[in-house]
């Protein structure tokens, strides 16, 4: 059985290797959040897209998850846009 800390130890460290999860964990800070609420949040979005990975039997691709959030209009894009300026 996989430890609930296992994912927020894996949200906090993705927030230094992939551009959208650290414009999610920026958005949350600038809602207000601590920076644990904020990790934990980040480590449900992962949560999520693990199981969809785990459902589908395909590998985690960053490119295309950035794509479908393109496509869906999703205001981290735009964050992630002002990140990199």
């Not at 059985?1 to 992939?18: D, K, Q, T, W």
């Not at 949040?41 to 490119?63: G, M």
């Amino acid at each position: 059985m996989l430890n609930p800390r296992s994912f927020v130890e894996y949200a906090g460290e993705s927030i230094r290797h992939s551009e959208w999860a650290k414009a999610f964990y920026l958005s949350q800070k600038a809602k207000g959040k601590s920076h644990q609420a904020a990790v934990r949040a980040l480590a449900y979005k992962w949560i999520s897209i693990i199981f969809r990975c785990w459902q589908t039997r395909e590998k985690y691709d960053e490119a295309r998850y950035v794509e479908t959030l393109r496509k869906k209009g999703s205001k981290l894009v735009a964050a992630m846009a002002s990140a990199e300026v």
